[in-house]
């Protein structure tokens, strides 16, 4: 059964830190730590998250993209947990879009990306993957792949004037 588990915020050293690379693909808690990844994302309406949102200093996180009333406009996918993820190239077309994070409770910021990116990354058999992610999609990996070097969003905007509550984002989006 899985479990949701506590996410850490904004302030927690853990956040900060860079995550180490998965070497056991055999180890059996990783099962229980990805369905437990998946319910928390799933229960605070989250898009994506990742191990050290939840105090595992592990690459590995969830991207799950899907319609929620954080996310109206999200695109539905089967959540997909992603191990030793990279960017191995990038279309170089940034876009902004606004961000959000479980662990930035309350905040939004517009935050530049590239548009399409190409990735890497092992599934939770340690099979290879590599595709190319676009849109919502390629911004989620990269929000996530973030965390795992201890980035957060609010590093990431061009503009102190780009980071706004979440109340006032929803002003913005949907008057
Ligand atoms: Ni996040």
């Not at 994302?41 to 996180?61: C, D, E, T």
């Not at 006032?168 to 008057?175: L, S, V």
Request: proline content about 7%; overall charge negative.
């Amino acid at each position: 059964m899985s479990k949701t588990r506590q996410i850490s915020e904004i302030g927690n050293p853990i956040l900060r830190q860079r995550s180490t690379a998965i070497t056991n693909l055999t180890d059996p808690e990783l099962d229980e730590t990805i369905a437990d990844l998946i319910a928390t994302a799933h229960a605070a309406n989250g898009v994506g998250i990742a191990a050290p949102q939840v105090a595992l200093s592990m690459r590995l996180f969830i991207v799950a993209s899907r319609p929620s009333p954080r996310y109206p406009h999200a695109p539905t996918m089967e959540p997909t947990a992603m191990l030793n993820p990279q960017i191995v190239d990038r279309s170089g077309e940034l876009v902004s879009g606004w961000e959000g994070c479980l662990s930035v409770p309350g905040m939004r910021g517009l935050v530049l990306r590239d548009r399409a990116i190409e990735v890497k990354y092992l599934t939770r058999h340690g099979e290879a993957v590599h595709q190319e992610l676009t849109d919502f999609v390629a911004r989620i990996f990269q929000h996530e792949l973030d965390h795992l070097d201890g980035i957060l969003f609010p590093d990431r905007v061009s503009s102190p004037t780009d980071l706004i509550t979440e109340a006032e984002y929803m002003k913005i989006a949907f008057d």
